[in-house]
Each structure stands twice: as C-alpha cells, then as structure tokens.
C-alpha cells in the first residue's frame, strides 16, 4: 500500500515570500490533517479535512495560511506571505474513518520549510 | 481542551534492556490515547494506541499502560534495538470530533 505522499522534500524561501506544499494521500482516506511540527516539539493542528470539506480549522493561522482539497483527494496548504516562525516541518496525514474504535492518522515524511 | 506532556525529554538504554516511557495527560475525559515514532527525517509512526476502557495493551514487543486515576501512560519497549533509537510522541483525543494532541517527545537512544 502506498504511503502519504508529500512534495517538495525541501523549501527554503525569504521572508514575505510565498511557499505552497502539496499532499496526496492513501487511497480511500477520507480524512486528510496538515500538521506543523516546530523543531523539538510534537506535532500541531492545523487543518482538519472531511473529504473536502473543512472539519476543523480552528487553530489555522487564516491571514497567511491557507488549505484547500479539491475533488477530496488531494491537499495543497500555502503560506503567504511567510514569516520566520513559519520555520518548520509541514506534516500531512490521512486517515480512514469507520475502522471503529481506532483513530490512527497514517503521516507523510514532511515538508521542511525553512524561512530566512 | 487536552494538553499532554511528557516526563523525560531524553532516555537512554542499553541494547537489550527494556525501555519506559511516560507520559501525562490533563483531560480526564480523553479517551483515546496513542503512541507514534518518528525517526529523523520522516513522519510519525503508529506504533500502539488504547482507549480509556482498557488499562493495558500488548503488540509486537511494546506494551502501553494507562493509569486514569493519575492521567498517566506508558510506553514500554522490550529488548530495547538500536532499530528502536527515535523520537517517541503521545497523543491523546478526547471523545467526538477533537483533534489528537501530541506531547513533545521523548527522544530514545539506544547504547550498543
């Protein structure tokens, strides 16, 4: 079974620049998650996606960031304008709901954004 | 809301002995709690989870415990492999449509 998906590998860009990752997840995965994980710390929120519909977004910085997942398969989060927090690995995840009691969230090896 | 924490940011083992790692948790109303590695480079991976109705669940040389009374899991890794040195996250959901929260993880070294 193929994995999460996720590109670029890498992204360096300046201050104020525009940057953009894209996810593609498991096959059947109706739940996809974009998470940012800042160095030394755990994983954090940032959209939830039901198909392609918005479950929660509540922690989704809304003036610079945004996320979208058309047709309900594949993700792409953008930021813009960017700004040296934003440094981080951007973690996408999907995962299959309906297995019953389990919530296990399948992630991709991230996209490395540094911010200069 | 949950926040999770754990207790050690660093362990570390000898190849062969067994391994704990803690965690703890503020909700009392969380009822799923999970376990994930991530080694360098990569995303997290499931390793074990258990909901609040159990106290105890066993894989594949892992073990997790829950303690509700305390808010309080483990990971317990038997025969600790060089293969095991990684990061290692709880993440507990509380019940509905919530997030999972991630703690910041306990980085695992294996001695040889």
């Known amino acids: 079974e193929a994995g999460v998906a996720q590109s670029p590998r890498y992204k360096i860009i300046e201050k104020r620049q525009s940057v953009a990752f894209w996810c593609n997840p498991i096959?059947?995965?109706?739940?996809l998650y974009w998470y940012q994980q800042i160095l030394g710390q755990g994983p954090k929120l940032l959209i939830q996606?039901?198909?392609?519909?918005?479950?929660?977004d509540s922690q989704l910085p809304k003036d610079r960031f945004s996320a979208e997942r058309l047709k309900g398969v594949d993700s792409t989060l953008k930021i813009q304008p960017a700004k040296l927090e934003d440094s981080a690995v951007y973690l996408c995840?999907?995962?299959?709901?309906?297995?019953?009691?389990?919530?296990?969230?399948?992630f991709g090896s991230g996209t490395q954004l540094s911010v200069l | 809301g949950e926040s999770v924490g754990l207790h050690l940011p660093t362990l570390s083992v000898q190849e062969g002995d067994n391994s704990i790692i803690n965690c703890a948790y503020s909700?009392?109303?969380?009822?799923?709690f999970i376990w994930y590695k991530q080694e360098s480079g990569k995303g997290p991976q499931f390793i074990i989870d258990?909901?609040?109705?159990?106290d105890k669940r066993q894989g594949q040389r892992v073990t997790v415990l829950l303690n509700k009374t305390v808010k309080h899991l483990s990971l317990q890794i038997a025969a600790t492999q060089p293969g095991d040195s990684a990061v290692y996250f709880c993440?507990?959901?509380?019940?509905?449509?919530?997030?999972?929260?991630f703690g910041k993880g306990t980085r695992l070294s294996v001695i040889a």
């Open positions: 996606f039901q198909n392609n519909g918005v479950v929660d």
């Open positions: 909700n009392s109303a969380s009822d799923y």
């Open positions: 995840a999907s995962s299959l709901p309906g297995q019953g009691w389990s919530e296990k969230l399948f």
């Open positions: 096959s059947g995965h109706a739940t």
């Open positions: 993440a507990a959901l509380l019940s509905g449509n919530t997030p999972l929260v």
């Open positions: 258990i909901r609040s109705n159990m």
